[in-house]
């Protein structure tokens, strides 16, 4: 399976997702634009099989209603979504373990907190997990807000609960490109935060 990082160059830095799988197969997470996500199909001539909202705000479905209108696919994501997620066909459920490739799950995580209807999903190898990704939840230096459906302190549990027992190997795929926004962010509160400086430091010199 290949994981393709998407960067929508919209105004909220959103990240869309494609994981390819042997079969010529894929899975799309969260279209922002469905043209986008049509070419790229395209250019490695893949067959969408399913779309993915880890939540039902509206950058991170957006590219639904076309891309289900084109190729016929099914769109997965939470119960609560039900009424939200245009074209939803398929409820995921807490724990369940969707099959990717020779052994290679993606398993359900329910992470509420950002919006109550949330989910992220962990990447797993050999019985390994090698990676997650986690919507408008977690980001890299940050999380999510809570203005938009959520709520704080339930937030808090889940990255108590579900994110601090992860491996710190485990390679963070987030729905947006906020990291150094989120590190200047900490600096304005730990100016002293010597992770943070030398972290934005690293991030100024990788885009630069």
């Avoid at 929508?8 to 994981?19: A, E, G, K, P, Q």
């Avoid at 020779?102 to 989910?119: F, Q």
């Avoid at 485990?170 to 943070?196: M, W």
Wanted: proline share 2%; glycine share 8%; hydrophobic share 40%.
């Amino acid at each position: 399976m290949k994981i393709h990082q998407i960067y929508t160059y919209n105004d909220l830095r959103n990240f869309t997702y494609v994981l390819e799988v042997s079969d010529q197969h894929a899975i799309v997470l969260d279209p922002w634009d469905a043209e986008v996500v049509n070419t790229f199909l395209s250019d490695k001539s893949l067959s969408l099989k399913a779309v993915i909202n880890t939540h039902e705000h509206w950058d991170h479905i957006q590219g639904n209603e076309a891309l289900v209108a084109q190729h016929d696919c099914e769109v997965w994501a939470h119960a609560n979504g039900e009424g939200k997620i245009p074209g939803l066909s398929r409820v995921l459920n807490t724990d369940e373990q969707i099959a990717l490739d020779e052994g290679i799950v993606l398993k359900v995580l329910d992470t509420p907190g950002h919006t109550l209807a949330h989910l992220s999903f962990l990447v797993i190898e050999g019985g390994i997990a090698k990676a997650v990704f986690t919507g408008d939840t977690l980001f890299n230096a940050g999380v999510g807000h809570c203005r938009g459906g959520g709520d704080v302190d339930i937030l808090y549990q889940t990255i108590v609960e579900q994110f601090h027992s992860l491996d710190d190997r485990i390679v963070i795929y987030p729905g947006h490109k906020y990291l150094e926004n989120n590190l200047r962010f900490t600096l304005s509160i730990e100016p002293d935060n010597q992770d943070a400086q030398d972290w934005l430091i690293r991030c100024l010199l990788y885009t630069s």
